[in-house]
Nanobody, 121 residues
């Protein structure tokens, strides 16, 4: 069974750094795009950063030059390095992936359970 397991959230002061990780379990056939979304208090969920199977990346304008997304060589774990954090980065961060579980399966979207990031001023 495919699952996305996140880790690395926490409390940090403004200007600090955190690194989020998301590991895909279940050994799926193919992981296409994988990335991070976030949902702040009273806000809609929004894209933060995504990376494709070919390692092309896309970032929200609000995090460009501060956040870096990467994946390990096997492609099963994605990282989000967050630097120069601001109070407005406070949110629950969700891992998201487009995964094809088997050769004959179609691509589906999977979500992690979310990890809280709190940035104090």
């Amino acid at each position: 069974q495919v699952q996305l397991v996140e880790s690395g959230g926490g409390l940090v002061q403004a200007g600090g750094s955190l690194r989020l990780s998301c590991a895909v379990s279940g050994n799926p056939f193919r992981i296409n795009t994988i990335g991070w979304y976030r949902q702040g208090p009273g806000q809609q969920r929004e894209l933060v950063a995504v990376i494709s199977s070919g390692d092309s990346t896309n970032y929200a304008n609000s995090v460009k030059d501060r956040f870096t997304i990467s994946r390990d060589n096997a492609g099963n774990t994605v990282f989000l390095q967050m630097n120069s954090l601001k109070p407005e980065d406070t949110a629950v961060y969700y891992c998201n992936a487009a995964i094809r579980v088997t050769l004959t399966d179609y691509t589906r979207t999977y979500w992690g359970q979310g990890t809280q990031v709190t940035v104090s001023s």
